[in-house]
């Protein structure tokens, strides 16, 4: 009755974003900060609300610093 709201519920779904989260920032961010030439402490960024929008539109569009 009450499945919404209890604890194994909020839980997984807490779990389950921030292995979302880690994913991301691991899988996708930091190698792509890499290869832009940028340090991957940068990253942490990408922990901070409306800053992680300006850091993924930027490395959407940044040239590979590859030659």
Request: hydrophobic share 60%; proline share 7%.
């Amino acid at each position: 009755a009450n499945y919404p709201h209890t604890l194994v519920f909020r839980s997984l779904v807490w779990l389950v974003g921030v292995v979302g989260l880690a994913y991301i920032v691991g899988f996708v961010v930091v190698p792509r900060l890499r290869d832009v030439g940028m340090s991957p402490y940068v990253a942490v960024l990408s922990l901070i609300p409306l800053i992680n929008l300006l850091l993924l539109i930027f490395l959407g569009f940044a040239p590979s610093a590859r030659e």
